[in-house]
């Protein structure tokens, strides 16, 4: 089959598309990625062709004409590339960079597949789902009545890759047999995280390693980095994960999906200016099943009491357990199996 995959902006919509992407592109199909100009940019070229179009950032509170513009040329754009890939099938995860080519390659006859990646679905997912065959949920969702039928939960897509711990870790450069916290801000990082978190975890460095991730282009921080305390602008999800104990992270889908895959508790930090708040939502969800605890953004002097706790390897064991109950696997293999099996049509 010829399948595009496509979504972007953040690494909650880029890692779900190129997790199913690249498994359809080892059973034997004609896989390529479309996105615009963000985090897909980075990290797709040399995993799956990668094709970029321009692409509008649509904000209901403050409604910008030169992103509505973006957004037309790049249906015009993507009408063009469609015409050039012919696929046959087209699996959109969301985001503002999925949106053109989805609805062109839709026009032309493209069997059109969504996922939506959190507790409540997006602008992107809201627009394309009456046009779309098949609506996937990482989580159970609210959904107008007219889509239930198409809907159903699946999971989170992700790269199904664990690592022996220590081997993780050396191939980080860490210690290979201490304690590791992982700090994640998500794929674009987070300032606040970059800024509070060093100085609130200093004084657990002669019993922890931090492994830090600040964001492509951010400096995580000003001063001095202490021995123990390691930041990097970007990393490999797999590896990260493998090596790590406890986290302290924000409550993106994605993130939520990797902690529970590899059993790491986890500090929650949502971002509070998300899209309806959806995080803070996410990390709810977690919470009052014991499988994260959850810090409101500005209450950095409860982090240290928090990492304390989580420092308790009977408590890492209890929120480990209750970690399987969200976990992802399957997800992506549920997901080709489903794109494989209308690829007749």
Known sequence: MRVVVTGGGTGGHVFPALAVGEALARRGHEVAYVGAAGLEARVVPGRLPFHALPAGKLDRTRPRPGELWKTGWGLLRGLALARRLRPQAVFATGGYAAFPFALAARLLGARLLLHEQNARLGLTV???????????????????????????????????????????????????????????????????????????????????????????????????????????????????????????????????????????????????????????????????????????????????AEVAALLDPQNRRAMAAALARFDPSGSTERIVRAIEEGGDR
């Open 126 to 304: 809201r627009l394309l789902a009456p046009l779309a065959e098949a609506l996937f949920l990482a989580v159970p969702a609210p959904l107008p009545a007219r889509l239930g039928g198409k809907a159903r939960v699946v999971g989170m897509p992700i790269r199904e890759l664990r690592y022996p711990k220590a081997e993780a870790r050396r191939r980080l450069g860490l210690d290979p047999d201490r304690t590791t916290l992982l700090v994640m801000g998500g794929s674009q990082g987070a300032e606040s995280l970059n800024r509070e978190l060093p100085p609130r975890l200093a004084p657990f460095l002669d019993r922890i390693q931090v492994l830090h991730q600040t964001g492509f282009g951010r400096r995580g921080g000003t001063g001095r980095v202490p021995p123990g305390y390691h930041r990097v602008e970007f990393l490999e999800a797999p590896l990260a994960w493998s090596a790590a104990d406890l986290a302290i992270t924000r409550a993106g889908a994605m993130t939520l999906a990797e902690a529970a895959y590899y059993r790491v508790p986890a500090i929650l930090v949502p971002y509070p200016y998300a899209a309806d708040d959806h995080q803070t939502k996410n990390a709810r969800l977690y919470a009052e099943a014991g499988a994260a605890r959850l810090v409101p953004e500005g209450a950095w002097d409860r982090i240290p």
